[in-house]
């Protein structure tokens, strides 16, 4: 590629589209965690600037728990009487204050946003694929086919560390073939975990191939090193080049690292961007990564300690689920983190805390894949599929429904129970609750019909709500003490206003399902779930779902506040950012 190759997609006229998009986006949610309130103007609604002197004209519809959808060829730009062009980083600089940027913060969410940007550009370059046509298309054509990110997050595809060339190479848009990079790790340092019944040796053969295996101890014996002293790790290539190669230049000169070279398998990232699926052989493993790049509040490392216990935590929910009726008949499973491995610099950890990003740089885990899993007729799409819109204003969600040919109320009623009602008996019956989003739910389908889901991302994100709870040792450090008030947040936010909020204002929008009926469905299932499990009474009436009203809890205001590490993670619930209440949409039913 040229170097005047490199920026083709960062075009005027799809950076003026991308920045509209972006705006619009920032206007509805900001709105939403009420950093600044929208004044009304006729028929338009007006937010001014912290100077009151710049004014931006937009209109939109206000839906259920306080939900802005604002029509993005709207939206306007005003100053002493001129109208001037939509530019995002005006707009976070002109609303610093009311945003709470910091002197600190600001440059830096400022580069997120520029990134997030050139990635839209990017994404307005790939062919404009209907959504009808989308729903029939492979799990990784879906996967990579989507183009919001997070619904909720502004500032969404930071990435900060990707220049343009791995952009290209390793962003999941581009969906470009990645071979992972392979270390021998000296046993002294690395430690690698498995599920029951999972030993090392037969574990690597069967990921990597015998004739991989071969030829990597061919190269630490031609070193005169001894195989049997190493263990393999994948690498991120960027991770690689861009950190090992210098920041663990110690380990590598004194041969506690060996470069191996490059894997056989072909992989794609996801849309978490450091897990990647095995396209040479999609009924292998995923392989999850450290890689040190600062995307959405966090550097998104691996921490070589938490992988101890990975594969106990997966095995630990798998036996749960496996045990539960009621969990049983909605046909939830897991993907199981089965086997992880872990590399400690020494020197690192002698001079930093438990959570520094300086002892996230070298980990991975495998992941089991859904593809093994399915049935006659089955397909995969991940979660976050549903809130995907096309080019001409069509959601995936809708054109699901109506490649089901079910009435729309019992589409939703099927995935509702594939999807909520696990949730709501985990939390219920256990005090688990789960890291739900959409990237972190994939969704088995059948002629558009949600048959069961799956979640994944289990050891990082689970949490057991009771302090009391009995768990085996190696499994304990999922117990965390959140406060009896916000316990039902993990429904509440993570589910109701993170994903339904987005979902049941699409499909009004496109005059698929009124809204009052999307809220009486999630009524419906949740009242049917509690009918299924009288014993559980007295849970239901302490953490009542039909409250009239709940905190809202404002994702942005953590990124705004700190973007290098939004939430501290020994006490993830003192992190939340509560303003206000909102009101429960299915109270009322």
């Not at 990579?144 to 791995?166: D, K, Q, S, W, Y």
């Not at 030993?199 to 031609?222: A, S």
């Not at 600062?294 to 070589?304: C, D, E, K, V, W």
């Not at 429904?401 to 009435?407: D, F, T």
Request: charged share 25%.
């Amino acid at each position: 590629m040229s170097l005047t190759d490199s920026v083709t997609h960062l075009s005027p006229e799809r950076w003026g589209r991308a920045n509209r998009l972006l705006v619009r986006k920032a206007l509805a949610e900001f709105a939403h965690e009420r950093l600044f309130t929208p004044e009304r103007d006729g028929d338009a609604y007006v937010v001014r600037s912290d100077d009151g002197l710049t004014s931006y004209r937009f209109t939109a519809t206000r839906h259920a728990l306080d939900h802005w959808q604002v029509d993005a060829g709207s939206i306007t730009r005003h100053r002493d009487d001129a109208e001037l062009p939509l530019a995002a980083l005006d707009f976070f600089i002109e609303l610093k204050e009311s945003l709470g940027l910091s002197d600190e913060v600001l440059p830096v969410y400022l580069e997120e946003i520029s990134s997030t940007l050139s990635g839209t550009c990017y994404k307005l370059t790939k062919p404009q694929i209907p959504v009808a046509e989308l729903t029939r298309s492979g799990f990784q054509a879906i996967e990579t086919g989507m183009t919001e990110g997070h619904p909720c997050f502004v500032a969404n595809n930071g990435r900060l560390g990707f220049g343009i060339h791995e952009y290209l190479s390793y962003a999941p848009e581009t969906a470009s073939p990645v071979r992972l990079v392979w270390l021998a790790a000296h046993r002294s340092r690395a430690a690698f975990t498995a599920g029951v019944g999972i030993d090392y040796e037969t574990f690597v053969r069967e990921e990597l191939g015998e004739e991989t295996v071969e030829r990597f101890h061919r190269q630490l014996t031609g070193q005169g090193l001894d195989p049997a002293d190493y263990l393999l790790i994948p690498v991120h290539p960027w991770q690689w080049w861009n950190k090992l190669t210098v920041t663990f230049a110690a380990e590598v000169a004194r041969r506690h690292l060996v470069c191996l070279g490059e894997g056989d398998d072909e992989y794609l990232a996801q849309q978490s961007i450091r897990t990647f699926f095995n396209t040479s052989n999609p009924a292998k493993h995923y392989v999850k990564t450290a890689l040190s790049v600062l995307n959405m509040g966090f550097m998104r490392g691996l921490s070589a300690a938490y992988m101890e216990a990975t594969p106990a935590i997966n095995d630990w929910l798998a036996q749960l689920v496996e045990g539960d009726p009621v969990l049983k008949s909605t046909g939830l499973s897991i993907i199981r983190e089965r086997a992880a491995v872990g590399y400690r610099h020494l020197e690192y950890e002698a001079a930093t805390d438990h959570y520094s990003p300086y002892r996230k740089m070298l980990a991975a885990l495998w992941r089991e894949s859904p593809v093994a899993s399915l049935r006659e007729g089955e397909s995969l799409a991940t979660m976050a599929s549903l809130l995907h819109v096309d080019h001409e204003g069509a959601s995936f969600a809708g054109a699901l429904i109506e490649q089901s040919g079910l009435a729309p109320r019992e589409w939703l009623r099927h995935y509702l129970r594939a999807y909520l009602t696990p949730l709501l008996h985990s939390f219920y019956a256990y005090d688990l609750a789960y890291m739900p989003h959409g990237e972190n739910v994939i969704l088995v389908l059948k002629d558009g019909v949600v048959q069961r889901a799956v979640y994944k991302d289990i050891a990082e994100e689970i949490v057991v709500m009771d302090p009391d709870a009995v768990l085996p040792p190696e499994v304990a450090r999922i117990r965390v003490e959140v406060p009896e008030d916000t316990k039902l947040l993990s429904i509440f936010t993570d589910v109701f206003d993170c994903f339904f909020r987005f979902l049941a204002a699409n499909l009004a929008t496109e005059g698929i399902l009124e809204e009052d009926d999307f809220w009486r469905t999630v009524a419906e299932v949740t009242r049917d779930y509690q009918r299924s499990v009288p014993e559980l009474a007295d849970a239901f009436r302490q953490y009542d779902m039909f409250a009239p009203r709940f905190a809202l809890s404002c994702l942005n205001r953590l990124q705004l506040r700190d973007n290098r590490q939004m939430v501290d993670l020994a006490d993830p619930s003192g992190a939340l950012q509560l303003v206000g209440t909102l009101k429960n949409p299915i109270a009322g039913f």
